[in-house]
């Protein structure tokens, strides 16, 4: 549900920026929304586009045709995008174990260090926060989908806890 709710935000938000764009069609509202859609680094036939665009307003109709395409297709992928998988319920599992067994202790395989449960999953979770927040382009992994596995997880063995449900 939480990656559900963040998609909607993020999919309103390219509609408001679209909306802005159709009443000032501007190069430099063009460009921000390029930038939110692809990231920091531009393809290069757009990065010349704009900057011909910016250079030669004369020729702006063309231009704006191009851009208008571009909002609704990117609009368009935004809203037709699928979500398969059970790792949010997996991140639930995962908070749950860190909080009720917090001071076990973990051999990562890779990193042949140990560490504790509670502190692996908030690390984890930490990660999941700011690689959800980055857009990386060709990310397509829904990382608010983990943290509202772990947010559910969390909930869940509160509500235990409260009830004195205890499966150990």
Do not use: C
Not at 30 to 44: D, Q, V
Not at 80 to 90: C, E, H, L, M, R
Not at 97 to 125: C, H, Q, S
Request: overall charge neutral.
């Amino acid at each position: 549900m939480l990656h559900s709710l963040v998609s909607w935000y993020e999919y309103h938000q390219l509609q408001e920026m679209f909306r802005a764009f159709q009443q000032t069609p501007d190069v430099g509202l063009f460009a921000e929304f390029a930038r939110e859609i692809y990231g920091k680094h531009l393809p290069a036939d757009m990065t010349s586009a704009l900057n011909e665009w910016a250079t030669r307003p004369e020729s702006s109709a063309g231009y704006i045709r191009e851009a208008t395409e571009f909002y609704k297709m990117a609009i368009e992928r935004d809203l037709n995008i699928t979500t398969i998988g059970a790792s949010g319920a997996v991140f639930g599992l995962l908070l749950a174990f860190g909080m009720l067994f917090p001071n076990t202790r973990l051999m990562l395989m890779f990193i042949p260090i140990p560490i504790k449960a509670k502190y692996f999953v908030i690390g984890y979770g930490a990660i999941e926060l700011f690689m959800g927040l980055q857009h990386q382009t060709g990310d397509n992994v829904a990382h608010f989908a983990h943290l509202g596995g772990m947010l559910f997880g969390f909930f869940i063995v509160r509500y235990w806890r409260r009830h004195g449900k205890r499966f150990y």
